[in-house]
C-alpha cells in the first residue's frame, strides 16, 4: 500500500508542475493550468485510486457481512440483559 501513495504523490507532483508550466508559461493561463490540473492530475488519480482499492471495499465488505451472519445465527441468550432474575408473579405477604 505505501508504494500506491508514493506513486499517488509523484504523480501529483508531476501534475502540479505541468499545470505551473501551463499557467505561467508565455503563452499559457490560469484557466489552462487549472484545466491542466484537473485533466492530468486529478481524474486519472481519483480513477486510479478507486480502482487499485476495490479488493480492499469487497474485502472489508465481505468481512463485515459475515460478522452480521455470525451474531444472527448465535442462540439467543435468554439472560443477554445480565439481570437477576425476578420471580414472576409477587409472593404473597403474610401479616403476623
Known sequence: MAAMWIVV????YVAVMM?????FGPQGSIL???VTLLLYGVAPL????YLINTPMRRRKLRDQEAA???AAAAPLDPDAGGLPAG?????ERKEP
Not at 499545470?19 to 499557467?23: D, G, K, L, T
Request: net charge negative.
Open 19 to 23: 499545470a505551473v508550466a501551463e499557467a
Open 9 to 12: 504523490i509523484a504523480w501529483m
Open 87 to 91: 420471580d414472576p408473579v409477587a409472593t
Open 46 to 49: 481519483s480513477l486510479v485510486v
Open 68 to 70: 452480521e451472519r455470525s
Open 32 to 34: 489552462g493550468g487549472v
